[in-house]
C-alpha cells in the first residue's frame, strides 16, 4: 500500500477546485489536486451532503497558529468543532499536537495539524492523517490491517464524556486516524458524505469494498 487519496463529493466542482486552489495553496496534478504530499479527488455530488464516516483530512502544518492566520487572511473560514481557535491534545506523540478546524468546499471539514516543539519540516502544509470515527475501532483497525496498513501508534483520552480510543495507521507515506467517541453512532451521520471515500493506492488489489460503518474504498 503506497498512498491513501480522500475523495470529496460536491456539487459544484469548478467551485471545489477555486477554493483548494486559492485558499489552501492546493494546485491540479493530472485529475485530482495536490498540496505537496497530500492529494485530494473531486467527485461530482448529485445533491447536499453531510459530515459522514469520514471526518475530515487533516493537513501538517509546521506552526497552527501562523497556519491558520495566512490562510483566513487568504479567505479560510473557521468551522463549527473549533469556533474559538486552535485546541491541544497534550497526550498525542512526543509533546502534543495543536489544531484547529476550517471548512473545506460546501463545509467539508480540513484540519491543520502541528505536532509541538518538533522541527519545522519543509514542503508544509501536507499529509498529516485522514480522520475517521468508529463504531467498532478494532474492527475498524482489523479493516485496514487486512489491506496492508500498519499501527504506528495507539492513545487512549481520559474525557468528561468518556474514553475515546484513538489509533494510527501508516500506509506507505499515507496516515489513517481512527477514534471511537462514546456513544458514536454512525446511522445518525449523512449517509451522502462529503468526504465520500478512499482510493487506496498500492495494494496489489483491484475493485471496491464496504468496510466498516459502510466506509466505502476502491483499491488499486
Given at each position: 500500500?503506497?498512498?491513501?487519496?480522500?475523495?470529496?463529493?460536491?456539487?459544484?466542482?469548478?467551485?471545489?477546485?477555486?477554493?483548494?486552489?486559492?485558499?489552501?495553496?492546493?494546485?491540479?496534478?493530472?485529475?485530482?489536486?495536490?498540496?505537496?504530499?497530500?492529494?485530494?479527488?473531486?467527485?461530482?455530488?448529485?445533491?447536499?451532503?453531510?459530515?459522514?464516516?469520514?471526518?475530515?483530512?487533516?493537513?501538517?502544518?509546521?506552526?497552527?497558529?501562523?497556519?491558520?492566520?495566512?490562510l483566513i487572511a487568504?479567505?479560510?473560514?473557521?468551522?463549527?468543532?473549533?469556533?474559538?481557535?486552535?485546541?491541544?491534545?497534550?497526550?498525542?506523540?512526543?509533546?502534543?499536537?495543536?489544531?484547529?478546524?476550517?471548512?473545506?468546499?460546501?463545509?467539508?471539514?480540513?484540519?491543520?495539524?502541528?505536532?509541538?516543539?518538533?522541527?519545522?519540516?519543509?514542503?508544509?502544509?501536507?499529509?498529516?492523517?485522514?480522520?475517521?470515527?468508529?463504531?467498532?475501532?478494532?474492527?475498524?483497525?482489523?479493516?485496514?490491517?487486512?489491506?496492508?496498513?500498519?499501527?504506528?501508534?495507539?492513545?487512549?483520552?481520559?474525557?468528561?464524556?468518556?474514553?475515546?480510543a484513538v489509533r494510527f495507521f501508516?500506509?506507505?507515506?499515507?496516515?489513517?486516524?481512527?477514534?471511537?467517541?462514546?456513544?458514536?453512532?454512525?446511522?445518525?451521520?449523512?449517509?451522502?458524505?462529503?468526504?465520500?471515500?478512499?482510493?487506496?493506492?498500492?495494494?496489489?488489489?483491484?475493485?471496491?469494498?464496504?468496510?466498516?460503518?459502510?466506509?466505502?474504498?476502491?483499491?488499486?
Amino acid at each position: 500500500m503506497k498512498e491513501i487519496v480522500p475523495e470529496l463529493a460536491v456539487q459544484d466542482l469548478a467551485g471545489a477546485e477555486s477554493l483548494l486552489c486559492a485558499v489552501f495553496g492546493f494546485a491540479r496534478d493530472g485529475d485530482m489536486l495536490r498540496l505537496n504530499d497530500q492529494r485530494v479527488a473531486l467527485v461530482p455530488a448529485d445533491g447536499p451532503r453531510g459530515h459522514g464516516g469520514i471526518d475530515h483530512l487533516a493537513l501538517s502544518v509546521n506552526d497552527t497558529d501562523a497556519a491558520l492566520a495566512h490562510l483566513i487572511a487568504r479567505g479560510a473560514r473557521m468551522e463549527e468543532t473549533t469556533p474559538d481557535g486552535p485546541k491541544e491534545i497534550a497526550e498525542f506523540w512526543d509533546n502534543g499536537v495543536r489544531y484547529v478546524f476550517l471548512q473545506g468546499p460546501e463545509g467539508a471539514r480540513i484540519e491543520l495539524c502541528a505536532k509541538r516543539d518538533t522541527p519545522a519540516q519543509p514542503h508544509r502544509p501536507g499529509h498529516d492523517h485522514i480522520g475517521i470515527p468508529c463504531t467498532d475501532i478494532a474492527a475498524s483497525a482489523a479493516f485496514f490491517t487486512e489491506l496492508g496498513a500498519k499501527p504506528v501508534a495507539a492513545f487512549d483520552l481520559i474525557r468528561p464524556e468518556g474514553t475515546v480510543a484513538v489509533r494510527f495507521f501508516a500506509a506507505g507515506q499515507s496516515v489513517i486516524e481512527l477514534y471511537a467517541p462514546p456513544g458514536h453512532d454512525a446511522a445518525a451521520l449523512s449517509q451522502a458524505p462529503l468526504w465520500r471515500g478512499l482510493r487506496i493506492h498500492g495494494t496489489g488489489r483491484s475493485g471496491r469494498l464496504t468496510g466498516p460503518d459502510g466506509l466505502q474504498v476502491t483499491l488499486s
